[in-house]
Every structure is written in structure tokens, then in C-alpha cells.
């Protein structure tokens, strides 16, 4: 498990430590720039890139899976969003950060990290329930409800309403992405465009830690950090044992499935947060710091889930 751990992180620390290092270097106005491009071409190239492979699309070997993942996916959003409102209510100084907040506790994208450890951890007829968990996370979590919170907060009151949320959820380029990816999966496109958007993957992943380097860089100190570990530990720690604990108690699950919910729910924040940060000018320290922090709980935290939930 070490040895997946590195090369699962050795993107994420090669290409923040060099953001972190070329930040004093960079014009004021780059991190915004890198950030809107990820939202409107980087993101959504790599989901239609990923929504074109063709294990997406062979769910159905498995009855009721199609149905049941997304069932607990969406029940983790509601479940997390439930226990994030009951903390900004209690917790007064995260007021003026709600958006970012939430995105960082509840919304962030599950990552590349719970991918990539998956097929060591738990096994190969339980990965088809980690990738479709990932799936619907990251469609209805950051691109959908995550949009709406993140336009929401960013708007004055005067000018909110309904229909502004529908049309910012409406015109998300990583939706519409990869809903054409599922459409054209069966579409064969010349080869070097095919291995083009492989390739264009593992770009985007890096731009995105390259901009979380940069955001760290311009923290403000220990109190960045300090009002980090709230989300971080939500995200990473309470959402994936309350999901263990309602999937054995009303869904019977046990074993590697169980196990499977548990880890993709609790990976750490990823940099969709602070890709929707950078859009629509939320709280980015607060994001920034919250990634840092769930990916250090994380190596805490996984010996424990696969005791306790395997």
C-alpha cells in the first residue's frame, strides 16, 4: 500500500512543490487565468476523455449496480451537506467562507488518488462500484451542486434567484463534456486524436496541482492552515464513517463493496474546489489549505477504514 500511496501522490507533490516554487515568478493575474482555463477547457476535456473509455460503459455486467451506487452517492451529498450546515451554524467564524466551506467538506471531486489506490485495496468485482461512485461524485457533486453554491454565494442577494442558478448549472462545460463523451463512446476517432486526450488527462492534472502550489504559496500563514482542518476532517474522517455505518446498517453491505464506499467517500478534497474558486472568486486558502490537510489525513485514515470496514 506504500508503494501505491507514492505513485499515487508523486503527481500531486512534483507539481505543487514547483507551483510553489515559481509562484514569486508569475504575474499577479496567471492563477486566475490557469484556473478559468481549467473550468472551461482543461476539466472538461479530460471528462469527455474519460467518459470515452469503454470500462464506462460495461456497468451493467453487474445486476443493480447502476442503481444502487449513485443511490448511496447522492445520500453521501446530502448526508455530508446535513453535517456542514449543522457545523457553519455553530461555528460562526466560517461565515464569511460558506461557499468555500462547503466545497472543501462535502463538494470537492473524490480525485485521482481514490482511482488509483482502489484496484490494490479492494477487489476487481468491487472496482466497478469505486469508478461509478466517482463518476456520479464528481457530475453531481462540484460540476452540479457545487456550481449552484459556488454562483450563489459569489452573487449579491439583490441579484440571486432560481433561474440564475439553473442557467450557471445549464451552461457547466464539464457536464455538457461529458455527456457528449458517453454519447461518442462508440465513435472511433483517428488515432493520434485518441491518444491526444489520454495524454491531455494526466496535463490537466498536473495544471490543476500546479495551481494549488501557487494558492498555497499565497497563504497567509498558520491561520490559513489552522481553519483547514475542519473541512478537511469532515471530508476525510466523519462522511466515510457515517457511510460505513448506514451501508451496513440499511443497505447490508459488507466486504470489499462496503469498502469500496467507504474510501471513495472519503478521499481527500481534490482541486475542483479550487478550480470553482478561481471561477467564481470564493475563499482559495481556505481550499487551497483544505486539499493539503485531507491528503495528509488520508494516510492516517486508511489503515483504519480497511480494519474497521473490510
Given at each position: 500500500?506504500?508503494?501505491?500511496l ?7 507533490i ?18 486566475r487565468?490557469?484556473g ?5 477547457i ?19 455486467n ?17 448526508l455530508g451537506?446535513m ?9 460562526k467564524?466560517y ?5 468555500s466551506f ?35 461524485h ?7 451542486l457545487g456550481?449552484?453554491?459556488a ?29 457528449v ?33 501557487i ?8 491561520k ?11 471530508k ?14 440499511l443497505?447490508?453491505l ?15 478534497s481534490?482541486f ?10 470564493l ?19 486508511l ?8
Amino acid at each position: 500500500m506504500t508503494e501505491t500511496l507514492f505513485h499515487a501522490y508523486t503527481p500531486l507533490i512534483l507539481w505543487t512543490s514547483l507551483g510553489l516554487f515559481i509562484c514569486r515568478f508569475l504575474p499577479q493575474w496567471l492563477p486566475r487565468f490557469l484556473g478559468r482555463g481549467l473550468y472551461w477547457i482543461g476539466v472538461p476535456l479530460e471528462l469527455f476523455a474519460l467518459a470515452r473509455q469503454s470500462q464506462l460503459g460495461n456497468f451493467n455486467n453487474e445486476i443493480g449496480l447502476p442503481l444502487i451506487v449513485p443511490i448511496i452517492t447522492v445520500g453521501t451529498l446530502l448526508l455530508g451537506l446535513m453535517v456542514v450546515f449543522l457545523i457553519l451554524w455553530k461555528f460562526k467564524e466560517y461565515y464569511h467562507a460558506c461557499a468555500s466551506f462547503i466545497l472543501a467538506s462535502v463538494l470537492g471531486n473524490t480525485g485521482f488518488v481514490g482511482l488509483a489506490i482502489a484496484p490494490f485495496l479492494i477487489n476487481s468485482d468491487a472496482l466497478g462500484w469505486a469508478v461509478l461512485y466517482s463518476i456520479t461524485h464528481n457530475v453531481i457533486g462540484p460540476y452540479g451542486l457545487g456550481v449552484v453554491v459556488a454562483s450563489y454565494f459569489s452573487q449579491s442577494k439583490a441579484t440571486n434567484s432560481w433561474w440564475m442558478q439553473l442557467r450557471e448549472v445549464l451552461t457547466v462545460p464539464c457536464l455538457w463534456a461529458f455527456l457528449v463523451g458517453i454519447l461518442t463512446q462508440k465513435v472511433q476517432f483517428p488515432q493520434i486524436i485518441e491518444s491526444g486526450l489520454q495524454e491531455s488527462i494526466s496535463i490537466v492534472i498536473a495544471c490543476a496541482f500546479l495551481l494549488t502550489g501557487i494558492r498555497l504559496a499565497q497563504l497567509h500563514g498558520w491561520k490559513s492552515l489552522k481553519l483547514a482542518f475542519l473541512p478537511a476532517a469532515i471530508k476525510v474522517c466523519v462522511i466515510p464513517l457515517l457511510v460505513g455505518i448506514v451501508t451496513t446498517c440499511l443497505l447490508g453491505l459488507s466486504g470489499d463493496r462496503r469498502l469500496a464506499m467507504v474510501l471513495m467517500s472519503g478521499m481527500p478534497s481534490a482541486f475542483a474546489g479550487l478550480i470553482l474558486a478561481e471561477e467564481y472568486n470564493l475563499d482559495r486558502d481556505l481550499i487551497a489549505s483544505s486539499i493539503i490537510i485531507s491528503t495528509l489525513l488520508l494516510l492516517i485514515m486508511l489503515p483504519l477504514w480497511m480494519l474497521v470496514f473490510r
